[in-house]
């Protein structure tokens, strides 16, 4: 499994918390390497799609620089996904779903130990013959041991969470913003490398514990979020 999104993940998470101020430059890509236990090759990528996606830029012989912060726009609400298996005309396929150990910049982004266990799910949900979104999740597996023993080409993995494992969901956290689909979402989703997609990032907690952490990619051309609020 590429290690490179995990570690963008991160450095994004940072950019946008303010961890590095604008002016000084980030870690070069030896201490990065040396931080997220990869080749320095790998570092180099994730932050080669941070500069693509407008977060970072390079000078020469000086280093790496936070563009500045993007706004924040905090009444949108994006609900959960679980209607979806409900419909008769969308489905769900389960591409992977497997127990791993937590590298050390998986064990970053969920807050775990590295080698604590981890439940990786990846699944594409398509109408009819047509994909619309990705979905690439981390579960702890300690706070739900038996998640992998349901159908989630069928159940909501919330519900699953919620109402069988018994997992009380205290806060959600998400992101929404527009990118362009690298070629293995681009190919999963039957359109060009760049294409313009929407990317939702949500992360669930029960307590202080991360139990969830998922990327959606989702098709910008057949998908509109929507929402409503008292002015």
Known sequence: MAKYPLIKTTLKERLL???????????????????FDVSRMTARRAIDELE????VYRVQGAGTFPTGKRFRQGVFRVRPFREWVRHPEQRTIVLRAAEMRATSEIA??????????????????????EPLLIEKRYVNANLAPDLLSHDLAVESIHEVLVGHIGLHI????????????????????????????????RTSYSGPKRVSYVNYWVRG???????????
């Not at 918390?17 to 390497?33: K, T, V």
């Not at 693509?52 to 977060?55: A, I, Q, S």
């Not at 990786?120 to 109408?127: E, G, K, P, T």
């Not at 051309?221 to 002015?231: A, C, G, K, L, N």
């Open 17 to 35: 918390g303010g961890n590095y101020p604008e002016g000084l430059p980030l870690p070069s890509e030896p201490q990065l390497a040396k931080e």
């Open 52 to 55: 693509r996606e407008g977060y």
């Open 108 to 129: 970053i982004v969920m807050q775990v130990q590295p080698g604590d266990p981890i439940v990786f799910i990846h699944r594409l949900r398509s109408a009819g013959d």
């Open 170 to 201: 205290t806060r959600v956290e998400q992101t929404l913003e527009a990118v362009n689909l690298r070629q293995e979402e681009a190919d999963l989703l039957h359109v060009g490398a760049g294409t313009a997609a929407f990317l939702l990032r």
């Open 221 to 231: 051309d057949r998908y509109t979020f929507q929402d409503s609020f008292e002015p």
